[in-house]
């Protein structure tokens, strides 16, 4: 049992779920009119969601649907770490192995996250441009 790489996954699971909870909430407070203002912290920030209060709101709603599936991807691949990590403590798993859902689900979750801003960018613009 390689202690070093099961710390390492260990440590990759919490990761996931810290990004996955704090994607969640983001997508669930963007749900509601006003819960999340325009601001410089929390959100998704870019020139054209930036440009307006409406172009904000108009970004992350149009968002929630991609940061929902992000966060989905998150929990899910921390769920396939940890059956990993009992795989390796078994020593029925390589370490390289056990690191592909860890991987490949913070590769997923960025990956979901790029969509939901590409999203909100489109959503923004449309309020700007209609403005």
């Given at each position: 049992?390689?202690?070093?790489?099961?710390?390492?996954?260990?440590?990759?699971?919490?990761?996931?779920?810290?990004?996955?909870?704090?994607?969640?909430?983001?997508?669930?407070a963007?749900?509601?009119?006003?819960?999340?203002?325009?601001?410089?912290?929390?959100?998704?920030?870019?020139?054209?969601?930036?440009?307006?209060?409406?172009?904000?709101?108009?970004?992350?709603?149009?968002?929630?649907?991609?940061?929902?599936?992000?966060?989905q991807?998150?929990?899910?691949?921390?769920?396939?770490?940890?059956?990993?990590?009992?795989?390796?403590?078994?020593?029925?798993?390589?370490?390289?192995?056990?690191?592909?859902?860890?991987?490949?689900?913070?590769v997923?979750?960025?990956?979901?996250?790029?969509?939901?801003?590409?999203?909100?960018?489109?959503?923004?613009?449309?309020?700007?441009?209609d403005?």
């Amino acid at each position: 049992m390689d202690t070093e790489a099961l710390v390492g996954m260990l440590v990759g699971i919490v990761g996931l779920v810290i990004c996955g909870v704090a994607v969640h909430w983001t997508a669930r407070a963007s749900a509601k009119p006003g819960a999340l203002p325009r601001n410089h912290t929390i959100g998704i920030r870019t020139r054209a969601t930036q440009a307006s209060d409406e172009a904000w709101e108009a970004g992350h709603e149009a968002s929630i649907p991609m940061m929902l599936r992000s966060a989905q991807a998150a929990y899910v691949a921390a769920g396939f770490t940890a059956f990993t990590v009992v795989a390796l403590a078994l020593g029925d798993m390589s370490v390289q192995w056990a690191f592909v859902p860890l991987i490949g689900g913070f590769v997923v979750q960025i990956a979901y996250a790029l969509l939901a801003t590409r999203d909100a960018n489109r959503a923004a613009r449309a309020v700007t441009d209609d403005g």
